[in-house]
């Protein structure tokens, strides 16, 4: 009997979750990417975060906030604690991050979340950019597209408006495009 009791444990720990590390850029240009090591306890935060959310506007409200914390627990293991929002702010301090390193990460976590079941509504795009005259690419950021029967709704996740740690700006993808979004 005591041997039955010892194989079902060492069957449930087969199905623990571990922790999970996420590459994370910074130096502008994903010049340096750093591995960020996030625990099962903070994953759990992160979940019963997303998991709130009753339909696809109150998971885009909730991610907004899950995405600065992530960051925010990033910056405790990294320079990153260092980065403000926009480019300006961030003078020549180590842990900066550019748009290029802000989408490339924020697509990394939302990959994430996604792999864990966390994303109902949401599902994870490529990065996208808007262009100046709309030839040049100037700007680039993660996107995440509705999950609905009816036409595709594009949303951007925008974590580079803000300083380390506070919640991502997410935005339809048609008005960012236009350059919707805080001034930084």
């Known amino acids: 009997m005591r041997h039955w009791w010892a194989a ?20 502008y240009g994903c010049l ?7 625990t099962e306890g903070q994953l759990g935060q992160i979940r019963r975060m997303l998991f709130s959310a009753v339909d696809a506007a109150s998971e885009r409200n909730v991610l907004a906030g899950v995405i600065g914390r992530l960051y925010g627990w990033a910056g405790e293991q990294s320079d990153i604690h260092n980065d403000r929002g ?20 924020t697509t990394r ?14 599902r994870v795009l490529e ?11 100037v700007h680039w950021s993660a996107v995440i597209e509705e999950k609905s029967d009816g036409e595709p709704a594009l ?20 008005e960012w495009k236009k350059g919707a979004g805080p001034d930084v």
């Open 32 to 38: 340096v990417q750093t591995r960020i090591r996030y």
């Open 8 to 27: 079902l444990l060492l069957a449930l720990a087969g199905f623990a979750v571990a922790d999970e590390s996420v590459r994370i850029c910074h130096g």
């Open 155 to 174: 949303f951007v996740v925008d974590s580079w408006f803000v300083d380390n740690g506070q919640p991502a700006v997410i935005l339809p993808l048609a």
């Open 86 to 105: 926009g480019n300006y702010a961030d003078d020549n301090v180590s842990g900066k991050m550019d748009c290029i390193d802000h989408s490339t990460s």
């Open 127 to 137: 990065p996208e950019a808007r262009n100046f005259a709309g030839l040049i690419p």
């Open 109 to 122: 976590l939302l990959r994430l979340l996604t792999a864990r079941g966390y994303l109902r509504w949401h």
